[in-house]
C-alpha cells in the first residue's frame, strides 16, 4: 500500500527544524516554485531575493537535508 503524506512549509523561513520529524523517506518530491514573466529591470530587490530563496536555495537545502535518506 502506498502511503503519501503533503505538508506545507513557507520555504522562504528560515527555521527548517519543521523537516526534522522526517526520519524514514523513500522519495522526495519538491514542487516549489514560483515566477513571473517581466523585465528584470522592473523588479523589486526583495522580489529577486525571494525567487532564490524558494526557486534555488529552498531546494539545495533539502537535498542536503535528505541525502543519505534517498
Known amino acids: 500500500m502506498l502511503m503519501l503524506k503533503l505538508s506545507l512549509f513557507n520555504l522562504i523561513s528560515s527555521n527548517y527544524s ?11 518530491m ?6 513571473k514573466l517581466a523585465l528584470f529591470k522592473n523588479e523589486q530587490e ?3 531575493i525571494d525567487y532564490f530563496n524558494v ?14 535518506k534517498l
Do not use: E, M, P, W
Open 46 to 48: 526583495q522580489l529577486i
Open 18 to 28: 519543521f523537516f526534522n520529524r522526517f526520519c524514514d523517506i523513500n522519495a522526495l
Open 30 to 35: 519538491i514542487t516549489a516554485g514560483f515566477g
Open 55 to 68: 526557486n534555488a536555495i529552498s531546494v539545495l537545502r533539502l537535498v542536503k537535508r535528505f541525502y543519505t
